[in-house]
């Protein structure tokens, strides 16, 4: 008869509560050095946000002369202009920064098209206003509020508080780093960017929120077992499971990334790293801050114990 392979052995008794103190103290330093890169580096804004107009042109030569494309837009007075390789040696990223009108902004299009002639072939030109950039900010930050917030609401109804501060403290960690990661590699920050980092928070709560069910049976099941073997049981149980779903997940984001395209290469590179963090936040941060925050014993009590009729007793 066939039988199933065991990624992780069922037996797996591995002290993550123990380690609590060097984990804690990672995560602390790396949401400290993405803040610091926040300050010094700071985010790499593209178009969504600040405004400005994109081309993606592709030369007719095989491979593109970055240099004389620069020296010939540097000379048509619309202010900072930044080209970049984009996929193939041929394809070319221009940004040309907000001119302050619609007007104005048609007019420095008109400058560089007129300036390369017909040496290249244009793909897409893309203008965002100051409006709209402002209001893509402001849009972009009530919408990571909200899901914090709905979620937070969420993990308590389901759970306890204790839980919705642990899942809340477990996701903030992981949208720091993202941010940081986008600071010190100075990845393009739009709205691709901000949808990674959405997608990495539902994405991390789904594992948490399975380990957390696990804790929430086990606390039902084991009544005299001590707190920290209580959660390391339940991570160690629910392992298997957060292993091969992030692996699985990770193979095929790992697919987009190489084969996927420039335009999505941002998103993919946030969600490679969202997964492995995501990952590990359930099962070092989450989890071990339920014995930090006070997560009590009779939890659920109420919900299993069921009141006996009259004449017949309360079942064990």
């Not at 990571?144 to 501060?165: C, G, T």
């Not at 091969?244 to 193979?251: E, G, I, K, N, R």
């Amino acid at each position: 008869m066939f039988r199933g392979f065991s990624f992780v052995p069922p037996d797996t008794k591995v002290d993550f509560v123990g380690m609590r103190g060097i984990s804690f103290f990672v995560s602390a330093l790396m949401m400290i050095l993405s803040l610091v890169a926040l300050q010094v580096y700071d985010l790499n804004f593209g178009i969504d946000f600040e405004g400005g107009t994109l081309i993606e042109i592709g030369t007719k030569t095989e491979e593109a002369d970055l240099a004389s494309l620069r020296e010939t837009l540097n000379t048509l007075d619309i202010g900072e202009v930044q080209i970049q390789r984009f996929g193939a040696p041929n394809d070319v990223l221009i940004r040309i920064q907000e001119q302050g009108s619609e007007k104005a902004q048609q007019a420095s299009v008109d400058k560089v098209k007129a300036a390369l002639g017909d040496d290249v072939e244009y793909r897409r030109v893309e203008t965002v206003g100051p409006t709209i950039s402002s209001e893509l900010i402001y849009m972009g930050t009530i919408a990571v509020v909200v899901a914090m917030l709905a979620i937070l609401v969420y993990v308590w109804l389901r759970f306890e508080w204790q839980f919705a501060v642990a899942a809340i403290a477990a996701l903030t960690h992981d949208v720091v780093g993202a941010i940081g990661l986008f600071c010190v590699l100075q990845l393009e920050f739009n709205l691709a960017a901000l949808a990674a980092i959405l997608t990495i928070i539902g994405y991390s709560l789904n594992d948490t929120v399975v380990v957390f069910d696990r804790i929430r049976e086990n606390l039902r099941k084991y009544r005299k077992l001590p707190m920290a073997d209580l959660i390391d049981l339940a991570i160690n149980e629910t392992l298997s499971r957060t292993l091969l779903t992030h692996f699985t997940t990770f193979l095929a984001v790992l697919a987009l990334y190489l084969w996927g395209g420039k335009v999505i290469e941002n998103f993919n590179i946030a969600m490679l790293f969202g997964i492995i963090v995501g990952a590990y936040s359930s099962i070092f941060v989450a989890a071990p801050l339920l014995l930090i925050l006070g997560m009590r014993r009779d939890w659920g009590a109420s919900s299993t114990t069921k009141r006996p009729k009259s004449g017949v007793p309360a079942s064990v």
